[in-house]
């Protein structure tokens, strides 16, 4: 088992920036694959990014492509999401999620991250 536990959130200006946290516990943070989803008001939660165990694999959504950053430090156990150049479409809820495997191809799908955080809120006023 691993526990997340994401901060960072908070309430920023369009084209401001906010860096997210997610803290793991637990087991071997370094064997886990980490994502980024996030859920807006009445919307589907969606995937933003995703890093592999050993940082060397980065994907993103398309409309995070160029703005936002996946990174991760294994021996602090933690991961980040640095967001640039916010939206008041970014406003949503982002949680972090983590997995031993990691396929490309559904790495999209919450059915495939076995853990996850308890979120934390970002909202972007115009």
């Known amino acids: 088992q691993v526990q997340l536990v994401e901060s960072g959130g908070g309430l920023v200006q369009a084209g401001g920036s906010l860096r997210l946290s997610c803290a793991a516990s637990?087991?071997?943070?370094?064997?886990?694959?980490m994502a980024w989803f996030r859920q807006a008001p009445g919307k589907e939660r969606e995937f933003v990014a995703v890093?592999?165990?050993?940082?060397?694999?980065?994907y993103y959504a398309n409309f995070v492509k160029g703005r936002f950053t996946v990174s991760r430090d294994n021996v602090k156990k933690t991961g980040y999401l640095q967001m640039n150049s916010l939206k008041p479409e970014d406003t949503a809820v982002y949680y972090c999620?983590?997995?031993?495997?990691?396929?490309?191809?559904?790495?999209?799908?919450?059915?495939?991250?076995?853990?996850w955080g308890q979120g934390t809120q970002v909202t972007v006023s115009s």
């Open positions: 890093i592999s165990w050993s940082g060397r694999r980065t």
């Open positions: 999620a983590a997995d031993v495997t990691f396929a490309q191809s559904t790495m999209a799908s919450e059915s495939v991250w076995d853990y």
């Open positions: 637990g087991r071997t943070f370094s064997n886990y694959t």
